[in-house]
């Protein structure tokens, strides 16, 4: 079975810098995109960050670039989100995924491609209080 398991979710204070998880069992990230999702209450999802497998590359939504790391471990399988200095605004459920069709992402380009047959996390939640 294929598996996305997020954590590191929960309540911060705005200026926080907490990290998110992502496990995944029953594929290997070395050939695919990966990245992370967030939806804010009534908001569409929007694609936050990811990396291209095949380069390395990394692309961050203009909300987050600077404050927020996407990184992966490919020995473990795991991906992460390194948050900094969060904002109330940051207050979302934060999903990780891959890319089934692709290894090579683009931020502008995440909420087009991703779809729900490729893989996701069941998505943690995050909320920043002021």
């Known amino acids: 079975d294929v598996q996305l398991q997020a954590s590191g979710g929960g309540l911060v204070q705005a200026g926080g810098s907490p990290r998110l998880s992502c496990a995944a069992s029953g594929f290997t990230f070395d050939d695919y995109a990966i990245g992370w999702f967030r939806q804010a209450p009534g908001k569409e999802r929007e694609g936050v960050s990811c990396i291209s497998s095949g380069d390395g590359i990394t692309y961050y939504a203009s909300s987050v670039k600077g404050r927020f790391t996407i990184s992966s471990d490919n020995a473990k399988n795991t991906m992460y989100l390194q948050m900094n200095n969060l904002k109330p605004e940051d207050t979302a459920v934060y999903y990780c995924?891959?890319?089934?069709?692709?290894?090579?992402?683009?931020?502008?380009?995440?909420?087009?491609?991703?779809?729900?047959?490729?893989?996701w996390g069941q998505g943690t939640l995050v909320t920043v209080s002021s």
């Open positions: 995924a891959a890319d089934r069709d692709r290894d090579v992402c683009h931020i502008a380009t995440m909420t087009i491609q991703w779809d729900e047959d490729d893989y």
